[in-house]
């Protein structure tokens, strides 16, 4: 199966601030790629797909880019609301499978 | 718009059967795949499985972990979704998830399912 490996594993941003997160597949799965955020105690939220498309409602201020096998999410200005743990996703190939996470904490 | 509750979690014994139902509403249920996911108390997302609409041949796809265990199935007439788990293990436990489709975006509130004797 496909690994993924997230780093870091925690990130500490000041509000305002620029977040950098990446992801790592062991193969290529082209663009075939997800980000999601999640929240205490709630479901996934799909926040990129496709590598660089957001998905609805999703603010400009989320944006994603990379192929093949390194993958990068940047949040250009931290919102209080965006401190959560964000996970990386392959649906190249079956199983489908996801990074560990990195938890986006106030600084 | 589309909503998705799950049910049927609970408390179980190793080696146990649970079924979970996956009900939706706000959506044609029968054109789109069904996801399931889970998420261990304190750990990362964890993709369970997945089931074909009828039109792709309603075919499931699963986790190593869960696989020759777990079973989805699909009720169109009813817009539910069944993950049938047997054989529980005590690493079962999680809170369980379902989506529509794969990318949609909608997910169930989620279900706790813990195994334990």
């Known amino acids: 199966e496909i690994v993924m490996t997230q780093s870091p594993a925690t990130l500490s941003v000041s509000p305002g601030e620029r977040a950098t997160l990446s992801c790592r597949a062991s193969?290529?799965?082209?663009?075939?790629f997800a980000w999601y955020q999640q929240k205490p105690g709630q479901a996934p939220r799909l926040l990129i797909y496709?590598?660089?498309t957001r998905a609805t409602g999703i603010p400009a201020r989320f944006s994603g880019s990379g192929s093949a096998t390194e993958f990068t999410l940047t949040i250009s200005s931290l919102q209080s609301e965006d401190f959560a743990v964000y996970y990386c996703?392959?649906?190249?190939?079956?199983?489908?499978?996801f990074g560990q996470g990195t938890k986006v904490e106030i600084k | 718009e589309v909503q998705l509750v799950e049910s049927g979690g609970g408390l179980v014994q190793p080696g146990r059967s649970l079924r979970l139902s996956c009900t939706a509403s706000?959506?044609?249920?029968?054109?789109?795949?069904m996801s399931w996911f889970r998420q261990a108390p304190g750990k990362g997302l964890e993709w369970v499985g997945f089931?074909?609409?009828?039109?792709?041949?309603?075919?499931?796809e699963y986790a190593a972990s869960v696989k020759g265990r777990f079973t989805i199935s699909r009720d169109d007439s009813k817009s539910i979704a069944y993950l049938q788990m047997n054989s529980l293990k005590t690493e079962d436990t999680a809170v369980y998830y379902c989506?529509?489709?794969?990318?949609?975006?909608?997910w169930g509130q989620g279900t706790l399912v813990t195994v334990s004797s």
């Open positions: 989506s529509l489709g794969e990318l949609s975006g909608y």
């Open positions: 706000g959506s044609t249920f029968g054109d789109y795949a």
């Open positions: 089931i074909r609409s009828k039109r792709y041949g309603g075919t499931a």
């Open positions: 193969q290529s799965v082209s663009s075939n």
């Open positions: 496709g590598a660089s």
């Open positions: 996703q392959q649906y190249n190939d079956w199983p489908r499978t």
